[in-house]
């Protein structure tokens, strides 16, 4: 017997997993919101686990318990109980606990009380007058540390607004000559951040000029903070959206500028600064360099004292899954093959396979995995390269940023080249890969 759960569901045509996620994230936002539980924002079902709860073989465990109660009005136990039993029991009971009273008035109230929260913020940034107070930093820098922490794990939609409203927010406070000494620094900092953060989404859209402009504001903040570390992440963006644009010898210039600057830093930096000159120089075709920016990168990881990037996370940090990532990219972009270039993949492919962990962002699984392909691919693998590709494939579109895109395309390109290029599976995975491509951002050419 149909659930509950599933008959909402089928009325609201969400039956689709993909259609289904855009309503759950926006719950689950709302709910972060009202509780100020930022975590909450992360919570994203996977097809498998949307399936188990949608034919009712599974039901949600701890916090996704409480953001369907939220947006649906309904206890799990209700949802998971024959959708003709609690109907019937709320049309003999309109006042009774289900949905019909007492949950569609809560789910209303909630609703009222994050938009009161979001006026009660406008207030009191607005109610300072003369200088900025303490509340109105306090307010912009929770709203910097939410979306650091989600920009990795949620689709670009779900934050973008938010991200250029309190950009614009901070710049509006910068611009408004109501600075004490002691806030240039701190709000220079959210500046930065917020820019950076910027330019990054635009360059996941396919927008590198914009992205660069963002970039390049992102440094003049940096450098007004006087934040070492900050002014060595933002070139470290430019060399980024350069790889991506297909301009290595861009981004291998980029990323020399920002290590000559961060020589005296400790944080993790100065490890992703020579990750990037690695890929950069092995886009270029430069295996000398790029080997010994591998083991630069290595030596500075030894080194590493945590700063207060790292302590913020998000993009801000680069951990030791995400080096290994690079240096399996760097080494596929070289051509390198054998057990040990596919045994560090599979190691890379695992460590972002768990999603509750603090470095996971689904940019970098999709790339650790498009690695994992490309190396299989490299050793006439060819069903383990599909194999490794299919969850990057199944990503839904507003996922598919650019550097994913890219990566997927080189899969394409390599199995143009690939002995086995004209088996089934191979030419079924390269027609699957070019509509794949179709749906995501416009991008420069795949290959070098």
């Not at 598919?400 to 290029?421: D, F, K, Y």
Request: with cysteine; glycine share 8%; proline share 4%.
């Amino acid at each position: 017997m149909k659930k509950l759960f599933r008959h909402l569901l089928d009325e609201r045509e969400l039956r689709d997993h993909r259609a289904f996620l855009p309503a759950f994230r926006r719950a689950a936002h709302e709910l972060a919101q009202i509780e100020d539980e930022p975590s909450l924002r992360r919570l994203d079902p996977a097809l498998t686990t949307f399936e188990g709860w949608y034919y009712g073989h599974r039901q949600p465990q701890r916090d996704a318990r409480r953001v369907l109660r939220h947006w649906l009005g309904y206890s799990v136990e209700a949802l998971w109980s024959p959708a003709d039993t609690v109907l019937a029991h709320e049309r003999e009971s309109p006042a009774g606990d289900g949905r019909a009273t007492t949950g569609a008035v809560l789910d209303e109230m909630r609703r009222t009380a994050a938009m009161a929260a979001q006026r009660a913020a406008d207030f009191a940034m607005g109610a300072e007058h003369g200088l900025i107070g303490p509340e109105t930093l306090a307010i912009v820098t929770d709203k910097v540390a939410a979306i650091v922490e989600d920009y990795p794990r949620v689709p670009l939609s779900v934050i973008w607004q938010e991200m250029a409203a309190t950009q614009d927010q901070v710049f509006r406070l910068l611009d408004g000559g109501r600075i004490q000494p002691s806030q240039g620094r701190d709000l220079g900092v959210l500046a930065t951040i917020l820019s950076f953060h910027m330019a990054k989404g635009s360059n996941d859209m396919g927008e590198p000029r914009q992205a660069m402009t963002q970039a390049r504001a992102a440094g003049v903040a940096a450098q007004w903070a006087g934040h070492t570390g900050l002014v060595g992440l933002t070139l470290g963006l430019k060399s980024l959206i350069s790889y991506w644009s297909n301009q290595p010898g861009q981004a291998l210039h980029y990323a020399r500028q920002g290590a000559a600057h961060c020589t005296e830093s400790r944080g993790t930096v100065s490890v992703w600064l020579a990750s990037l000159e690695a890929r950069a120089a092995a886009l270029l075709g430069d295996g000398q360099s790029a080997t010994a920016a591998l083991t630069r990168a290595t030596d500075l990881r030894r080194r590493v004292q945590p700063d207060d990037l790292d302590r913020l996370g998000g993009l801000l940090t680069f951990p030791e899954a995400k080096q290994l990532y690079y240096e399996v990219e760097t080494r596929v972009l070289l051509n390198h093959s054998g057990t040990d270039v596919i045994t560090s993949a599979e190691q890379a492919a695992a460590a972002f396979a768990d999603s509750e962990t603090a470095h996971w962002a689904f940019g970098d699984q999709a790339g650790a995995q498009c690695n994992l392909a490309l190396t299989r691919l490299h050793n006439d693998q060819l069903d383990g390269a599909a194999e490794a590709a299919r969850p990057v494939l199944d990503l839904e579109p507003t996922r598919r940023n650019l550097g994913i895109v890219v990566s997927v395309g080189r899969v394409a390109t390599a199995l143009t080249h690939s002995p086995a290029r004209d088996a089934r599976t191979a030419r079924d995975l390269h027609q699957e890969i070019e509509a794949y491509s179709s749906t995501a951002p416009s991008r420069p050419a795949l290959t070098r």
